[in-house]
């Protein structure tokens, strides 16, 4: 069954910096772009990153360019997300995911909460 187990969310100042992390399994990992996505309260689910899985070609959302660094581990199964300069506006529960039409699997989710 695929699975997605995301962590590394937490509290942090404006400025502040996280890294997300999600161990990803029931499925050939090495063959898929992955993703992370973002919902905030009272607001869809957003794209926030990709990368591609051999190129490891990054892509990311406007609101997050130059702040965001997406990375993955083909042996490890997992993919990655460093944030920096966090602001109070990155508020919300981040997923990942593999990039398919209409992905049916997500994970619980880790919350990343941006304030003083």
């Known amino acids: 069954q695929v699975q997605f187990v995301e962590s590394g969310g937490g509290l942090v100042q404006p400025g502040g910096s996280l890294r997300l992390s999600c161990a990803a399994s029931?499925?050939?990992?090495?063959?898929?772009?992955m993703t992370w996505h973002r919902q905030a309260p009272g607001k869809e689910r957003e794209l926030v990153a990709r990368?591609?899985?051999?190129?490891?070609?990054?892509t990311y959302a406007d609101s997050v360019k130059g702040r965001f660094t997406i990375s993955r581990d083909n042996a490890k199964n997992t993919v990655y997300l460093q944030m920096n300069n966090l602001k109070p506006e990155d508020t919300a529960v981040y997923y990942c995911?593999?990039?398919?039409?209409?992905?049916?699997?997500w994970g619980q989710g880790t919350q990343v909460t941006v304030s003083s």
């Open positions: 995911n593999r990039l398919v039409p209409n992905p049916t699997y």
């Open positions: 990368i591609t899985n051999i190129l490891l070609t990054p």
């Open positions: 029931g499925f050939p990992f090495s063959s898929y772009t």
